[in-house]
């Protein structure tokens, strides 16, 4: 029998973790002939919930389940993971400032990174989709330094995914026509959807939609605010397709990117188009299956270059407040 792929899940219980944890255990990330085992991250008073989805999961009598483990240990849920999913963090209050914030997530990351540095398998991979996604990434990244620092992934898919749609409506064609979707920088309302280097059916996507203006104002700021405008619609934050998201970029990291197309995904900068160095930024990039690469040679107009310093800065000043939650 084929080793089990063992994957960690943080916020096991939550409204993500329940759209996700039935889609892994059925194969649809790893391939439908890969054993599974999961284990299942979560504090403590979220323990009995948890237990009730396991039971869920028993239920399925999912073939390729092998193990289920739930544990608030991190040691013990980290221990010989292939991929790490840090999912579970604690949403904004009202009256919380985002600096607040930082400081409750970077209590919760930076144990974790440390953790996974010491328990994980030697190949493992870390997709981080807890908010602040990208910044909670850079601290467990540098408290887990251990772990190489292209092994660490924030979520931009969502992003992305909202980007094609949108793109794809407009142009009146099947969402499958639209390739190269960037979207630059921070999972937050500053992101840059780079419409301008997208294609549809292989032609540049401003000229298949030929609406300037469109572009430039109602498909950015639809969505920059899309998660904003779900929480005010449903009265919750976004889950299946933030889990349909993380199974998304799982599987462009782990398989070869197609042929002319990349993938939106949190990455360690190395100082690609001038961006500063360790900073985790939302780009373009390529996989084949083991590493990857930002793409390169693509220029900007000085509106995009505008765009891309603003979420820029935002993340640099959500660094400078986590300061001291890094080594
Ligand atoms: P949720 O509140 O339903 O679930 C979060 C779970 O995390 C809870 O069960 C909680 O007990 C658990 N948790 C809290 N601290 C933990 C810790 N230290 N260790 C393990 N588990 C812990 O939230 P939901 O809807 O599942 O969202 C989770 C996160 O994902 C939120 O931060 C949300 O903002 C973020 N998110 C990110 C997206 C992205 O595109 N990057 C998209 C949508 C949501």
């Known amino acids: 029998?084929?080793?089990?792929?063992?994957?960690?899940?943080?916020?096991?219980?939550?409204?993500?973790?329940?759209?996700?944890?039935?889609?892994?255990?059925?194969?649809?990330?790893?391939?439908?002939?890969?054993?599974?085992?999961?284990?299942?991250?979560?504090?403590?008073?979220?323990?009995?919930?948890?237990?009730?989805?396991?039971?869920?999961?028993?239920?399925?009598?999912?073939?390729?389940?092998?193990?289920?483990?739930?544990?608030?240990?991190?040691?013990?849920?980290?221990?010989?993971?292939?991929?790490?999913?840090?999912?579970?963090?604690?949403?904004?209050?009202?009256?919380?400032?985002?600096?607040?914030?930082?400081g409750v997530n970077?209590?919760?990351?930076?144990?974790?990174?440390?953790?996974?540095?010491a328990a994980a398998a030697s190949d493992v991979r870390v997709l981080v989709v807890g908010n602040p996604c990208n910044t909670n990434c850079l601290i467990a990244r540098e408290n887990g330094k251990d772990v190489p620092a292209d092994r660490w992934f924030s979520m931009m898919r969502l992003d992305q995914n909202r980007a094609m749609t949108q793109l794809a409506r407009k142009a009146g064609k099947p969402v499958t026509t639209v390739t190269k979707m960037a979207v630059w920088g921070n999972h937050s309302a500053t992101q840059f959807p780079d419409y301008y280097h997208a294609e549809i059916d292989g032609v540049s996507a401003p000229e298949v939609v030929a609406d300037h203006a469109w572009l430039a104002g109602e498909f950015i700021s639809t969505v920059q605010k899309r998660g904003a405008a779900i929480i005010e619609a449903r009265g919750a934050s976004s889950a299946a397709s933030a889990a349909n998201a993380v199974i998304d970029t799982?599987?462009?990291?782990?398989?070869?990117?197609?042929?002319?197309?990349?993938?939106?995904?949190?990455?360690?900068?190395?100082?690609?188009?001038?961006?500063?160095?360790?900073?985790?930024?939302?780009?373009?990039?390529?996989?084949?299956?083991?590493?990857?690469?930002?793409?390169?040679?693509?220029?900007?107009?000085?509106?995009?270059?505008?765009?891309?310093?603003?979420?820029?800065?935002?993340?640099l000043g959500e660094r400078a407040e986590v300061t001291e939650l890094l080594p």
Not at 73 to 78: A, H, S
Not at 106 to 117: H, N, Y
């Open 250 to 315: 799982v599987r462009s990291i782990a398989t070869p990117t197609p042929t002319g197309d990349w993938a939106s995904v949190g990455v360690v900068s190395r100082g690609e188009y001038g961006i500063p160095e360790g900073l985790q930024f939302g780009f373009p990039i390529r996989s084949d299956g083991s590493s990857w690469e930002v793409v390169d040679g693509l220029t900007h107009s000085v509106s995009a270059q505008r765009l891309i310093d603003v979420t820029r800065d935002e993340l």
């Open 106 to 117: 970077g209590g919760i990351f930076k144990p974790q990174g440390q953790a996974i540095a």
């Open 1 to 102: 029998m084929t080793t089990p792929v063992k994957v960690a899940v943080t916020g096991a219980a939550g409204q993500i973790s329940y759209s996700l944890l039935f889609r892994i255990a059925a194969g649809e990330v790893f391939g439908a002939e890969v054993p599974v085992e999961l284990r299942l991250i979560e504090v403590d008073p979220a323990m009995r919930a948890l237990e009730g989805v396991v039971m869920e999961l028993d239920d399925c009598a999912f073939p390729n389940l092998v193990n289920v483990v739930t544990t608030s240990d991190l040691k013990v849920g980290f221990d010989g993971v292939n991929w790490a999913l840090l999912i579970g963090s604690v949403p904004r209050k009202q009256g919380m400032e985002r600096g607040d914030l930082l």
